[in-house]
């Protein structure tokens, strides 16, 4: 996977808040963020994620901690949200009101 994202950088990451049951199918929330991925490589910028991470997932310190393991940022370009089937909604952080 980490080798496809330094191949390919340009990435898609979906935020669904569905239970998988048909009975909220159609009230969910998606979020779809696209951007680029870029593996965390400074060592003062991956001590400061590797520990944001370890704060959620402490379970994942040995994997962490293997060789050939890292963290990947999203630096993300544009959000589509869609609230059960109605219309999406785009928003690109970038361009700031």
Known sequence: KAE???ARPTVSL???NRTGNLEDHGDGL???ARGTAGQVSCEEDSAIVN????AK???MEK???SPGVG???LDVAMY???HGYDKPISWDPRKRK
Do not use: G, K, S, W
């Open 71 to 73: 963290l990947f940022r």
């Open 30 to 32: 998606l979020v779809t």
């Open 63 to 65: 994997f962490l901690e």
């Open 57 to 59: 997932n402490p379970n």
């Open 14 to 16: 979906l935020f669904d």
């Open 51 to 54: 520990a944001a991470f370890l």
């Open 80 to 82: 589509e949200a869609v």
């Open 4 to 6: 496809n994202m330094i």
